[in-house]
């Protein structure tokens, strides 16, 4: 097996030896090990926080896993994929599963600026003082440095990820036999052939032209489709539902109202669709902040036959000074005795 970048990350705990010669439960491979772990629930953790937020997540930390099942599923799960890939997948990750050197087979030319091989200078490879050797003395510090593992002095390869270590290897090689660095370089096919570099060329123009076109596009809808504010209909606290005297049903709803723009607005709540309903609200407007959030609470008050197994949808608008700002749909709680079956 090839050593590749990984391995010299296990060395200040595996040490100087090959891994495949360590017992298998050897201190140094368990605490190699115990790190993956740990660094795998870390990543994981940081991922659960961009769907639950910091907060929930450290509550959660401090509770029973039976109490909130799904995020420990996730947890786990991610945990898993994560010590799969330190501790066995590596390099594959690049070989396999990463686009990126798909996608550069595509884009380049003879002309474009990659990591080679200088094989006019380093062949025939030899050890130091062998008579018409080149400069290449086979260290294979190159390969044994390569994060993919492979040889760049077979020529550019897919799995290339340009990340240039082989060229440091090589120089800190090259400067220990007092020979000019540079055997593996920032050059181009052209070039290594003995043609010359073209800097202003039809793909130079057409890339960044394009680039431009895309990220501009992506910024323009960005900016033009988000929402001034957020809405989210969450479900009303306490009893789902009481039937008042009059046999009417309340039904509490809350609505989750975010700004995001730099100055405070005023929200009007209404329904839609439900001339029938009446919507109980403690303001007619609520303020908001600007970058601020508020939760409004509000009931529904409707008839009990205009439920359906025991639920009914109503529109909700929310206005502001501008215009309609968001439209959600709420599911009201109601008694079943209605239900047309």
Excluded at 71 to 90: C, E, I, K, P, Y
Excluded at 330 to 335: F, K, R, W
């Amino acid at each position: 097996m090839r050593p590749t970048a990984a391995t010299r990350f296990n060395r200040p705990i595996s040490g100087q030896r090959r891994l495949d010669q360590l017992h298998p439960w050897h201190w140094r491979r368990v605490g190699k090990l115990a790190t993956f772990l740990v660094l795998s629930m870390f990543v994981a953790h940081v991922f659960l926080t961009y769907f639950v937020g910091v907060d929930q997540l450290v509550d959660w930390v401090q509770r029973s896993p039976a109490e909130h099942p799904l995020g420990f599923v996730v947890m786990a799960s991610v945990t898993g994929l994560m010590f799969f890939d330190f501790a066995w997948f590596r390099e594959q990750t690049c070989i396999v599963a990463c686009p990126y050197g798909r996608l550069q087979s595509v884009l380049l030319d003879r002309h474009s600026l990659i990591i080679g091989y200088d094989a006019a200078r380093g062949e025939p490879r030899g050890k130091k003082g062998v008579a018409g050797a080149g400069d290449c003395v086979d260290c294979r510090a190159c390969v044994n440095t390569c994060p993919t593992g492979i040889d760049i002095r077979e020529g550019l390869q897919m799995e290339c990820i340009a990340c240039a270590q082989c060229i440091d290897a090589c120089d800190a090689i090259m400067g220990r036999l007092d020979r000019p660095t540079g055997l593996i370089r920032y050059t181009s096919q052209e070039q290594l052939a003995g043609g010359a570099r073209h800097l202003m060329r039809v793909r130079t123009l057409i890339y960044p032209a394009l680039l431009a076109v895309v990220l501009g596009g992506f910024l323009y809808l960005l900016l033009a489709s988000r929402p001034t504010a957020e809405v989210v209909v969450l479900r009303g606290e306490g009893a789902p539902f009481s039937v008042l005297p009059d046999g009417r049903v309340s039904t509490p709803v809350r609505l989750k109202i975010e700004n995001r723009t730099d100055t405070g607005h005023r929200y009007r709540i209404e329904l839609t669709d439900a001339p029938d309903a009446q919507l109980i609200i403690p303001l007619a407007e609520l303020p908001v902040a600007a970058r601020a959030s508020t939760v409004a609470p509000f009931f529904v008050l409707s008839f009990a036959d205009s439920f359906e197994a025991g639920e009914r949808r109503v529109t909700v608008r929310v206005h502001d000074e501008r215009g309609l700002v968001a439209e959600r749909v709420a599911t009201l709680l109601g008694p079943e005795r209605g239900s047309r079956r």
